[in-house]
């Protein structure tokens, strides 16, 4: 009975055991973003929190939800990651368990201020997008899985910011979308703001652009999906739904993921 027990335990404990990223990279230079682990009163307003807020590390289940832009209460960030068009950045992710289902980055221009933007009209662009590498649905290798270490290790997401960016203040939007569980998608979204610096010009076109909500839908077999059933777990093809890949202009209509995962 104590061993049953004891097993219990632990399932229940990697069940729950969701996330999200809570500190970035730039240059070797680090930057904190929000921890749902620390208590408000030690981030809030302080001035070199980067992250929007979020309060706890349980998923969103709704793709319609008003708080899928950047977590609730997504709160604005007093601060800002300085980066040069270009540089690559690194979300640091911890103790990260779940292995299927895409990540994907956006990117949303956020004009005079990130601050008073609203999130949900915003026009979000993907910047990096990371699926199924290979194997089947069910078994085979994912970007979640990739980029988790297993050694109690930071798991660290490292993506470039388009050469060509034209500079200003801009959000950033790190998420991972878990499918471990039958028709029942999990939205892990987390936000920081940035201030791009360089010499470029460029916006996506509109076909890029999306709204966050409105991106997802449970209509979509791609989200709303059972990686177990028979006429799924060995398909060895997932498309992520959404807009095409950003890169830039000189890069345009360039598939991602074959870049796959940068290192730190």
Known sequence: MIQVFVFVAILLGLVSAHGGTSNYTVDCIWYRGYSPDTPAANQDGQPWLVGRKWITIDPIFQPDNMSLPCNYPGDPAPSSIPITAGDNITAVYYYWLHTVGPMVLWMTDCGDSCSTLNLTTANWFKIAERGLISGTIQTGMWGQREFQNWDGTPNLWTETIPQD????????????????????PQFYPECAHLVVTGNGTALPEKEYYAKIPGVWSMDQPEINIDVYAANVSNLTTYTIPGPPVWLGAKRSGVDRVLDGFKGP
């Open 165 to 184: 960016l034209k500079p200003g203040e801009y959000i950033i939007r790190h998420e991972i979308i878990a499918l471990h569980i039958a028709n029942r």
